[in-house]
C-alpha cells in the first residue's frame, strides 16, 4: 500500500534523533502474539471455503476465469477468451490442492487500526507466532475484534471465518497470570489462543551506507505489527546512465515509469525507499509509519534495473513504540523531519 495521508499529529514532528534510546520497558504497552487458530472445514452454509478447480489460479484460490473472461469480454470477445485463458494458464496446481482449507489471515482491528498475521496458505490449523504491539489505553470499551479471514485474492473482500474480542481486562489478566487467552468455537473458528507479554523496546537506531547500484538491502532491524518504522535518507548520486543527471534522495518526477519498482509505481523514481516486511514506504527524506504487517526493516532506492548507477545514500532507521494517536493511525503516514 502506498501511504498518500499524512496524520494530524499534534504539532509534533517526529523525528530519528530524538527518538533514540536503550533497552526499555514501556508500561501501558503489551505484545498480543497471535498464537495457534483452528477453523472448520465448512463456510456458514457447510460449503468448501473455496471453489473447486477451475476456479483458481496463483496464490488466490478462489479465483473465477470465466467471470475474468466475461468482464474483459465486454470490450472483445476474442480479448475475453484471452484473458480466460491466461487466467487458467497461470493457475498454479498445487497453491489450491484443497478447496476445504481457507488461506488463513488473522486480523486485530480497534478503531480504524488493522493490525494482520502474515497469510497461511492451505490450512485447518496454522500456528502464526505473531507479535502485535498494543497499546492498554488503546482497546475499545467493547475490546479489540479478533477476526479470522479465508483470503481470497486482492479482487474479492476477504471471507469471514469467525470473530472474538479481546477486552482490556482480558489483556491485563492474561499479563498478570502468564496465562495464555483462548476461545473455543466462535463462528467457524473451532479454537484460537494468544499469549500477552509485557513491551519493551530494544533496539538501537541503525545507521547504514547504501550503494544505490544494488537492490534493497537489509537493516538488521525487525518491526512488529503496531510498531513505527521512521526512516530518514540522504544522499547524491545517479541513476541514469545516459543523461548522468544528478539526484537526491526524494528522486525525480520526471523519471521514467518502467524504471520504477512494482511496488512504487507512482513515487518518484531513484528516490530513497524501504520496506517493513511486504509493506512499501516510500521514504524520499524521512518517513514514518506504525505499520500494520511486522517483518524485516529493508532499504534501497526505486529502480528496478539499479546495475549502472553510481553513488551512495546514507540512511538512518529506528523501530520503537509510537504515540496512543499515532497507533490509532497505523498505516497513515506520519510527519517526519530529518535530523543529521
Ligand atoms: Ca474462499
Ligand atoms: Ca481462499
Redesign the pocket.
Known amino acids: 500500500m502506498q501511504l498518500s495521508k499524512v496524520a494530524v499529529v499534534t504539532g509534533i514532528l517526529v523525528s530519528i534523533v530524538g527518538s533514540a534510546h536503550a533497552d526499555d520497558l514501556v508500561p501501558g504497552w503489551v505484545v498480543l502474539t497471535i498464537g495457534r487458530v483452528e477453523v472448520d472445514s465448512t463456510d456458514a452454509n457447510g460449503n468448501p471455503?473455496?471453489k473447486p478447480p477451475p476456479y483458481r489460479r496463483g496464490n488466490s484460490?478462489?479465483e473465477d476465469c470465466e467471470a475474468d473472461g466475461k468482464v474483459v469480454g465486454v470490450l472483445s470477445p476474442l480479448l475475453g477468451k484471452a484473458a480466460k485463458l491466461m487466467c487458467e494458464g497461470a493457475r498454479d496446481p498445487d497453491a489450491c490442492k484443497h478447496q476445504e482449507r481457507?488461506?488463513l489471515i488473522v486480523s486485530v482491528l480497534a478503531g480504524k487500526t488493522v493490525l494482520m498475521t502474515p497469510i497461511m496458505i492451505n490450512s485447518l490449523t496454522a500456528t502464526f507466532d505473531t507479535p502485535m504491539l498494543v497499546p492498554l489505553d488503546g482497546v475499545p470499551p467493547d475490546g479489540l475484534q479478533i477476526m479470522v479471514v479465508?483470503?481470497?485474492g486482492p479482487r474479492k473482500p476477504p471471507q469471514p471465518i469467525g470473530a472474538v474480542s479481546v477486552t482490556r481486562q482480558m489483556l491485563e489478566g492474561a499479563l498478570a497470570s502468564g496465562n495464555a487467552i483462548a476461545f473455543q468455537h466462535a463462528g467457524k473458528i473451532i479454537s484460537i489462543t494468544m499469549g500477552v507479554t509485557q513491551y519493551t523496546s530494544s533496539q538501537p537506531m541503525k545507521d547504514l551506507t547504501f550503494n544505490v547500484s544494488g537492490p534493497p538491502i537489509s537493516t538488521g532491524m525487525t518491526a512488529m505489527a503496531g510498531e513505527m518504522a521512521l526512516v530518514q535518507a540522504r544522499g547524491r548520486y545517479v541513476v541514469n546512465v545516459i543523461t548522468k543527471e544528478p539526484i537526491d534522495e526524494n528522486g525525480y518526477s520526471h523519471g521514467r515509469h518502467e524504471y520504477r519498482l512494482d511496488d512504487f509505481p507512482s513515487s518518484n523514481q531513484g528516490g530513497a525507499i524501504a520496506y517493513v516486511g511486504v509493506e512499501p514506504i516510500f521514504v524520499g527524506s524521512c518517513a514514518g509509519v506504525v505499520v500494520s504487517n511486522g517483518g524485516p526493516v529493508r532499504v534501497g532506492i526505486n529502480d528496478n534495473a539499479p546495475k549502472n548507477n553510481t553513488g551512495t545514500v546514507t540512511f538512518k532507521a529506528l523501530v520503537k513504540w509510537p504515540t496512543l494517536e499515532q497507533w490509532r493511525n497505523a498505516n497513515t503516514a506520519i510527519a517526519c523531519a530529518p535530523v543529521w
Do not use: E
Open positions: 471455503w473455496d484460490c478462489d481457507p488461506d479465508d483470503y481470497d
